[in-house]
């Protein structure tokens, strides 16, 4: 935890996260917000800003393996915390499967809602507790708005990437 | 659809090539550049909408951190006007200039601009900016709230529509109101300025539907030649039209830059996004209809009035699509305009006609009850043939089978017309239908391509791709015409350098572009045939065009040579095609248009009071669609804005002020995921090729003409509500009559 050091308002802290499954140590601003800590000082722009107010989900990353709001959250609350950003999910150059489905199913059109899509709908997969079917889906993925209004495609998208998913896994639906 | 063959790569599905970029977020859009030195704006917006800055207090936030500059009225270079002018290809969205007086004409503009270090120190001191005003009054909040019938602008007439109406058996007089729409385009607009060469040349990234709209306004501002400033957009997180032309930001940031020295981002907040970059304004229309006791209509009179700011004449024309719409010998159209004091209204996906379109395709769903007809049956009794308006005939016109064929699918023989008559369970199903229809337009363009050594292909032009697709039709024109796969073509848009490419608006850029190119991709080829025909070359002394192209290789007399071989034999890194193309005269000779036909089911629950679209089947004539998938992603995509247009949208102006309540996305309603309906889009296959080589028409806009209506007309047959004015909300539906 922070030591207890008297700071002046505008002192940078230090803030140490594991980002995207690499230790880095950021000099932040007491007032900066993990959003643009990401983009502008550690240069991941994959992660967008749409609202700034924690409205349309485009900035959507996982902070502990939930899906959170990176435009709501102070950097120095994020100490010691692993996050990972749409830059985080390929392995190896190959996509993520839910960035395959996503491409597959033409599940975008501008792109920028996307990154913030593909964060939620991939702790959306990973989160057992949440039904498959699709009413449960779209209200859990209501979060993130698209304004070209993909969202028959990013429906058949999760749907497909939780198919092959459970095909992979040989496992049954929860 | 019909089959493709196999080789061929335009009208087969094909994976967006700018998909992985975009999906990995390494896609560079505007607000992800940073240059090295860098300083960030954030504006200081206006809290009051008419009157006067009487003086700004600064010194609190000058000397909050890291602030470099505080840039206001009184402390800004002196600049020009650009002329504005679309012939000119200068048009700007404002046309004056930020800080240009203490004058405040809407809730929004910018008062000061404050420039710092980090974002964090920009915002900080952005609060800190104290102003004071004096409130002039006659403050105008909206056309709703006045009774002023604003100045005409613009007028059809042909027949004698007022005669023909006082003699109709049959006639309908009603009103059409529809609220002022944001874009809320998820990329707010965005600036990064960087001068070089002592302050002769501008190098500006834009979120921007026109990199040479701005590139020629700015020349104009900021005096230069054109060829000393450069705009670059590669991606763009969609436009919808209020990224079409330049706003003061832009401007500013500009400014700012030189004033300053260093290179200057400035991203909008969202709110501020919403006040000052535009919006379709608010309208009201009165239609008027005459018909005979069959249904033929003898009348259509649309008067128009909408919003434009008092900074700005902008005519958001709605009766542009109703001159063509019926075969009707009489038929008038005015628009006028009102000033407000809001930001300046700008073109919003479908501009005027998607407004129109609404008031009309309701006001003929009203005729059809009066005259107790099937409102599908009245469509087809006057259906137009040819266009009317210009007594030319269309270039491929098929709404009757996208009405036939889309009304088959949802089943609307089966729709008992009786209000109120169709239910499940708790339930009331209403079911509605509407045309649909947008222009067909052409813009010049030119594009450049080379085959390089490597074998692979590079095509530039200077349009830009707002996620409609154009990076991957670019590279399935190429593609096809070479053989080479799609892959190894390399498209590269969205910059100045490139030449010059048409704006991203109006459903134009696919049959602009393409057919450029193409020039340019047979340039190219014609080059190569040329190298390999001559002396020392694969194929020395054939006739160039004789050769054949397959697959990435010349051929001729069983021979075959990969374009990489011909370069190679002859140490060329490439050879280079260009390609300039524009209308021609067929426009003399035939109108061009698209057409379409939405069906929706609406469900009225009175119990627990929702109402939501639960079903929507459309066909949509556009002619050939380049890549069916992308196609149709804009026509789903398009319905479900039209959804928001129907039943959530709507900015609120403060009736008192005419301050802007809900500049948000969060008050400012659009659809979610939840709010997805069923949906069953048809592209109907009737290639153009009166319009142009590739048959293509466009079709970003059509998808949402019509749907509001559609949606009304259903709320009706559920509720027996005629509802004219958008957006149709539970309290109209709940509140007696």
């Known amino acids: 935890m922070m030591e207890t050091t008297e700071h002046s308002p505008e002192a940078a802290v230090s803030v140490h996260l594991t980002l995207n499954g690499v230790p880095v140590t950021a000099e932040v601003s007491p007032n900066a917000i993990l959003l643009d800590v990401l983009r502008e000082q550690l240069g991941l722009t994959g992660t967008k800003k749409g609202c700034d107010h924690g409205q349309c989900g485009a900035c959507t990353v996982h902070v502990e393996g939930r899906a959170m709001n990176a435009c709501l959250r102070l950097a120095v609350m994020c100490e010691g915390q692993a996050i990972t950003t749409i830059e985080g999910l390929a392995e190896g150059g190959r996509l993520h499967p839910v960035q395959q489905a996503f491409l597959d199913h033409d599940a975008f059109q501008c792109g920028y809602c996307s990154p913030g899509q593909i964060m939620s709908a991939v702790a959306l997969l990973e989160d057992r507790r949440v039904p498959g079917d699709v009413t449960t889906v779209r209200e859990a993925m209501s979060g993130n708005l698209c304004r070209c209004g993909a969202y028959q495609n990013i429906l058949a998208a999760i749907q497909d990437a939780r198919l092959r998913r459970h095909g992979q896994e040989g496992g049954d639906d929860a | ?737």
């Open chain 2, 1 to 737: 659809m019909t089959a493709i063959p196999e080789h061929h790569v335009v009208g087969r599905r094909t994976p967006r090539v700018d998909g992985e970029d975009k999906l990995t977020g390494r896609a560079d859009y505007t607000v992800d550049h940073r240059l090295e030195d860098m300083l960030y704006g954030y504006p200081v917006p206006a809290s009051i909408a008419h009157g006067t800055l009487e003086s700004l207090t600064l010194d609190a936030a000058r000397a909050m951190p890291g602030v470099v500059d505080i840039l206001h009225h009184g402390h800004f270079p002196d600049l020009h006007r650009s002329p504005n002018s679309l012939r000119q290809g200068d048009a700007v969205s404002e046309v004056r200039l930020p800080f240009e007086d203490d004058r405040i004409h809407y809730h929004g503009q910018y008062i000061a601009l404050v420039v710092a270090e980090t974002f964090e120190q920009a915002r900080a001191a952005a609060f800190r900016v104290k102003a004071r005003y004096h409130r002039d009054a006659g403050v105008v909040t909206g056309l709703a709230a006045s009774d002023d019938t604003g100045e005409e602008v613009g007028h059809y007439m042909r027949g004698e529509p007022e005669l023909a109406f006082g003699i109709a058996p049959v006639i309908l007089d009603e009103t059409y109101t529809i609220a002022a729409e944001s874009h809320l385009q998820l990329e707010p607009h965005a600036t990064l300025a960087e001068w070089r060469d002592a302050d002769q040349h501008l190098i500006v990234h834009e979120s921007t539907q026109g990199v040479f709209y701005q590139r020629n306004a700015l020349a104009r501002i900021f005096d230069l030649p054109p060829e000393r400033v450069e705009v670059i957009s590669h991606y763009i997180g969609s436009g919808f039209g209020n990224k079409l032309f330049m706003w003061p930001h832009a401007v500013a940031t500009a400014a700012a830059a030189r004033w300053l020295g260093r290179p200057v981002k400035t991203v909008l907040p969202r709110q501020q996004d919403m006040m000052t970059t535009g919006h379709r304004p608010a309208s009201r229309q009165r239609i008027r209809l005459g018909a005979e006791f069959d249904g033929s209509l003898a009348s259509i009179q649309h008067d128009s009035l909408t919003e434009t700011s008092t900074v700005d004449r902008y005519v958001d024309a709605c009766g542009g699509a109703t001159p063509s719409a019926y075969a009707c010998d009489s038929v008038a159209t005015h628009q006028r305009i009102l000033p407000v004091h809001h930001g300046t209204p700008c073109p919003m996906r479908a501009p005027g006609e998607v407004s129109g379109v609404f008031a009309l395709e309701s006001a003929i769903d009203e005729l059809a009850v009066a005259l107790d007809m099937d409102p599908l049956a009245l469509r087809l009794k006057n259906y137009a043939h040819q266009d009317p308006q210009r007594g030319l005939p269309w270039s491929s016109k098929h709404l009757d089978r996208c009405l036939e064929s889309a009304a088959e699918r949802f089943g609307w023989a089966s729709r008992d017309p009786r209000i109120g008559s169709m239910g499940d369970g708790d339930e009331i199903i209403g079911q509605g239908m509407a045309s649909a229809t947008w222009f067909a337009g052409r813009q010049p363009c030119a594009a450049r391509v080379t085959l390089r050594a490597d074998g692979s292909v590079f095509a530039a032009c200077g349009t830009q791709d707002i996620g409609t697709g154009t990076y991957t039709i670019v590279a399935q024109t190429v593609a096809e015409l070479t053989g080479v796969p799609v892959g190894r073509v390399e498209v590269r848009l969205g910059e100045t350098r490139l030449p010059a490419g048409p704006l991203s608006g109006g459903s134009m850029t696919t049959a602009s572009t393409l057919p450029a190119v193409a020039a340019a991709t047979r340039d190219a080829l014609a080059a190569l045939q040329e190298v390999a025909t001559g002396p020392g070359g694969d194929f020395d002394g054939l006739y160039p065009a004789s050769l054949g192209v397959e697959a990435g290789a010349l051929v001729a007399e069983g021979r075959r040579v990969n374009f990489a071989e011909i370069l190679a034999r002859h140490r060329l890194s490439g050879v280079t095609g260009e390609g300039s193309t524009a209308p021609g005269d067929e426009r003399q000779a035939y109108s061009f248009r698209s057409f379409g036909a939405h069906f929706v089911e609406v469900r009225w629950d009175p119990g627990i009071s929702r109402l939501r679209v639960a079903r929507v089947v459309s066909s949509i004539d556009v002619g050939r669609a380049i890549n069916p998938v992308a196609a149709r992603n804009q026509v789903e995509g398009a319905i479900v804005m039209g959804i928001g247009m129907g039943l959530l949208e709507g900015l609120d102006y403060d009736p008192r002020d005419a301050r802007l309540i809900n500049a948000n996305a969060s008050d400012y309603r659009i659809p979610v995921h939840a709010d997805m309906p069923e949906l069953d889009v048809e592209l109907l296959d009737y290639p153009d090729y009166r319009f142009n080589e590739f048959g293509a028409r466009g079709i970003g806009e059509i998808g949402l003409t019509g749907v509001a209506a559609a949606i009304a007309n259903a709320v009706y047959h559920a509720t027996g509500k005629r509802l004219r004015d958008l957006p149709i909300t539970v309290e109209t539906l709940v509140s007696p009559d």
